[in-house]
């Protein structure tokens, strides 16, 4: 099993930016696919980015293309994401996941999740 631990979220104005983190520790697949997704109040998990193990391969929801950016760093262990132009619906708790395979922008086919980050968007 993979823990995660995200950090980064908070309390930002409308054209703001955040940058969210999440550590991976544990055990750690030789593939492991690293992805955010966010839920807002009464709405479903939405997918947001994804990254390959090894960082070639990225996907982002259509929502975020262009303003979000995913990454992640020379140890394979931490993702990031990368949040400019931030919007008031952008607001949700964002979560981490990580899986074992391909990069996938289902949220089934994750394994594993972190606790969750609040990121709040103030118009």
């Known amino acids: 099993q993979v823990q995660l631990v995200e950090s980064g979220g908070g309390l930002v104005q409308a054209g703001g930016s955040l940058r969210l983190s999440c550590a991976a520790s544990?055990?750690?697949?030789?593939?492991?696919?690293m992805g955010w997704f966010r839920q807002a109040p009464g709405n479903e998990r939405e997918f947001v980015a994804a990254?390959?193990?090894?960082?070639?391969?990225?996907k982002y929801g259509d929502s975020v293309k262009g303003r979000f950016t995913i990454s992640r760093d020379t140890t394979k262990t931490t993702v990031y994401l990368q949040m400019n132009s931030l919007k008031p619906e952008d607001t949700a708790v964002y979560y981490c996941?990580?899986?074992?395979?391909?990069?996938?922008?289902?949220?089934?086919?994750?394994?594993?999740w972190g606790q969750g980050t609040q990121v709040t968007v103030s118009s």
């Open positions: 996941a990580a899986r074992d395979g391909i990069t996938s922008t289902s949220a089934p086919l994750y394994t594993d």
């Open positions: 544990g055990r750690t697949f030789s593939s492991l696919v």
């Open positions: 990254i390959s193990w090894s960082g070639r391969v990225t």
